[in-house]
């Protein structure tokens, strides 16, 4: 069985790439190897600060890196709604979401919508947000949705 490598990765030149959550942890190596292969990447974050900070390191990582950064909370539909809308004013097509954001152990309260935070933001948001973007997605020709997840330890 062979190991993954990054440079085993095809190149993504002209690829458009959508990784919510990617200004840290998976989400952010995520963008980085993306980023590394020519691929232009959307980092999708709740923090408009985290989410320059991130832009701006992997541009000092990576100069000339196709990264930049919008505000998305997924446990707000307006919120969705004004990132689709942004997205599909710059973007003809997306290649790939990568639906990597999401949220655990939190008080209880309500979302936007009146779910609770976690429902809300790794299923009813994470779902909206996918099936919002559908019609871009669908405009690649290989347009591709990836849901990453990590268990609780």
Do not use: H, W
Not at 51 to 66: F, M, N, R, T, Y
């Amino acid at each position: 069985m062979t190991s993954f490598s990054l440079a085993n990765v095809q190149s993504q030149v002209g690829k458009v790439v959508i990784v919510t959550g990617g200004n840290a942890g998976i989400g952010f190596g995520t963008v980085k190897g993306l980023a590394s292969k020519g691929a232009t990447v959307i980092i999708a974050s709740r923090s408009p600060e985290r989410v320059s900070e991130a832009v701006a390191q992997i541009k000092k990582l990576q100069p000339g890196a196709k990264v930049e950064g919008l505000v998305l909370d997924l446990s707000s539909f307006s919120s969705i709604d004004r990132f689709v809308a942004e997205v599909k004013s710059r973007c003809t097509k997306v290649d790939v979401l990568i639906n990597n954001a999401g949220v655990g152990m939190i008080p209880f309260a309500r979302a936007e919508q009146g779910f609770e935070p976690t429902l809300g933001t790794n299923v009813m948001g994470t779902t909206y947000l996918t099936t919002s973007l559908l019609p871009i997605i669908s405009a690649s020709s290989a347009g591709r949705v990836v849901f990453l997840g990590a268990l609780p330890v």
